[in-house]
């Protein structure tokens, strides 16, 4: 009888378990042992997984890693993100969503000139950001002269601090389907969340202050503005973070990560290849699972997404991925 309730699966054996018909405590023990008993991660078993908009190269080593991390649980996890784009829509009934920058661009308390200046700006380093042809290395120079820039312009428009949580109510910002669950479960479990974004950190936090999911297993590594004692804005503190320095040179004076080193199992999310090195400064690290997020460009960046993510998602503005595979992990 045992032999056929395990055939038929796990519910199947919690039957078993349950009936009236098993008395023998000595076999129900062992009954328990294979139901607590964590399987070996399949592919097959995730419908979310088999979707049109999922693109996997290496199935095989997908399915290695989420082995190693059900096997591993909350205990042993933590998550690694981008926000632009990443925990945040891409866009919203066929209209692109505003990023942290964004937010700050369209916003009533933002005079026109920095919106004029600020176009400019786009207008010459976002094509480079996104440019298949170009090197991390080639990128480089260009992102930094960006932000720069923009952070330099952003101070001369007498933003006062009491106007963020209106910028973003006002913004049309929104966090991807299903943030709710991915935020509260990993708070539920204790896992550890790191925000890594080159966006802006006061914005990124009130987002998710509005929606009622700041938990205290967040970390955000970003932009933060800095205001004077009039609430004024007067610079951006620490070293500037641009696309492609999202790595352990700008952690080098925390002990985030050795605070966690026992967490060697990673899911690690971002839209944009730069994110990848998010995990640099992991101690440790055994397993590292990504996701990228593939927003724009689609056909020209699909393939080299695919070298460099384990799963590449197109056109899905959920979090339907990663919350299906934390429901097998936690």
Known sequence: M????????RTHVLQLIRSQSVKNITFCRIVARFVNTKRPMEIAEMEELQRTSVHIKNPDRVKELLGQMVAGGNEKLQIITDFDQTLSR?????????????IIDVSP???????????????????????????????????????????????????????????????????RDGYETFFDNLHQHGVPLLIFSAGVGNIIEEII????????????????????????LSGFRGEM???????????????????????????????????????DGVQNVQNILTIGYLNAKIE???????????????????????NAMLKKIL
């Open 2 to 9: 045992f032999i056929h309730y395990i055939k038929r699966g």
């Open 90 to 102: 891409f866009a919203f009934n066929g209209k692109r969503c505003p990023s942290c920058h964004g």
């Open 109 to 175: 308390q933002i005079p026109d000139f920095y919106r004029k200046e600020l176009k400019v700006l786009k207008d010459k380093y976002y094509p480079i950001e996104i440019c298949s042809e170009m090197t991390e290395e080639e990128k480089l120079p260009y992102m930094i002269e960006w932000w720069s820039k923009a952070h330099s312009l952003l101070v001369t428009c007498d933003l006062d601090q009491s106007d963020i949580t209106e910028m973003v109510k006002n913004s049309g910002a929104m966090l």
């Open 209 to 232: 202050k509005q929606q009622g999911h700041f938990h205290s297993n967040i970390q955000i590594v970003s932009n933060y503005m800095d205001f004077n004692k009039e609430g004024k």
């Open 241 to 279: 973070i641009h696309t492609y320095n999202k790595n352990e040179s700008v952690l080098h004076d925390s002990d985030y990560f050795k605070k966690i080193e026992n967490r060697n199992n990673v899911i690690l999310m971002g839209d944009t290849l730069g994110d990848l090195t998010m995990s």
């Open 300 to 322: 020209e960046r699909l393939e080299k997404f695919k070298n460099h993510y384990d799963v590449v998602l197109v056109g899905d503005e959920t979090l339907d991925i990663v």
